[in-house]
């Protein structure tokens, strides 16, 4: 295609009322009135008036201001019981730890006795342990019983447990970004309000990145963890077809397709902790 003469390249395509982005090609809005803006799936579309680099462009003609890049921020991975969601979880914490990163949380931990499961309590970071639940336990006097299957929640016991470690997570604990670990936020947790409460502050707490977990989508949506997954700034690892992002800051739903097994479940640890890392910056 020729250049008109006297013109760059740039030019010459806006004359003709054409703008690119990423390959799209949109024509240009009606004579005297603004480009309208356009997205590719790769980011923003960049627009083409007359170049600002040629001196025979318009005094004062600029091009549109882009719209911000939308950064990730929290880490949730999702999971069918078994797979290892909280193993993944406690490494990671680990490796943040060790590399100097401030973090404090909780997760939750299988309680056995004789080889059998009768309960789930709540461990903090730094070793603290209080009851989740229990198999025909019952609630305490005057509460109401929260039951999952099998398992009575007690609610006093983990909200004691729980809420403080959420509301010290914010930056006033400490200089620098830190992570808080909340591991899980399933159906035994939700039945607490102050805890539904607090982690939404946690979630939009500047200063704080959340690395936690959330169950698999089963029966009737939990609210919470519908809203947690469709956050523009949360980034979630599926690990049923472990949906690994190769640019997790810059393309936040970009996927590509990794199956994931018990066994090789460790190879998400590396994008789980650059991820976090990122998301600190």
């Not at 209080?130 to 609630?139: M, N, T």
């Not at 999952?148 to 997570?169: C, H, I, K, M, W």
Request: aromatic share 4%; charged share 25%.
């Amino acid at each position: 295609m020729d250049q008109e003469p006297g013109r760059c390249a740039g030019c010459a395509r806006a004359r003709r009322g054409l703008r690119v982005g990423y390959g799209v090609k949109v024509p240009r809005g009606p004579r005297g009135g603004a480009f309208r803006k356009v997205e590719a799936e790769a980011g923003p579309a960049r627009t083409l008036g007359r170049n600002p680099h040629c001196d025979r462009s318009r005094p004062g003609q600029t091009s549109p201001p882009a719209p911000p890049v939308q950064w990730v921020w929290h880490v949730f991975l999702t999971a069918l019981p078994g797979v290892g969601k909280t193993t993944l979880i406690q490494k990671a914490s680990e490796v943040l730890k060790s590399s100097g990163v401030p973090i404090d949380g909780f997760y939750t931990e299988e309680v056995r006795q004789a080889g059998r499961r009768i309960g789930f309590d709540v461990v903090t970071l730094s070793g603290t342990r209080g009851v989740l639940s229990r198999i025909g336990s019952e609630p305490p006097p005057g509460k109401r019983e929260c039951r999952v299957g099998q398992y009575v929640v007690d609610l006093t016991s983990f909200e004691q447990l729980a809420l403080p470690v959420l509301r010290n997570a914010g930056p006033g604990s400490g200089p620098g970004q830190r992570v808080c670990v909340i591991d899980e936020i399933g159906k035994m947790e939700l039945f607490s309000q102050p805890f539904i409460q607090a982690v939404r502050q946690t979630l939009s707490t500047p200063g704080t990145v959340v690395l936690g977990t959330i169950p698999v989508p089963k029966g009737k949506p939990l609210a919470l963890v519908e809203e947690i997954r469709n956050r523009n700034d949360v980034q979630v690892f599926s690990m049923l077809s472990c949906a690994v992002p190769p640019l997790c800051r810059r393309e936040p739903r970009l996927r590509r397709a990794l199956p994931v097994t018990k066994e090789n479940r460790n190879r998400l640890l590396p994008d789980i902790v650059t991820c976090v890392q990122s998301g600190r910056q």
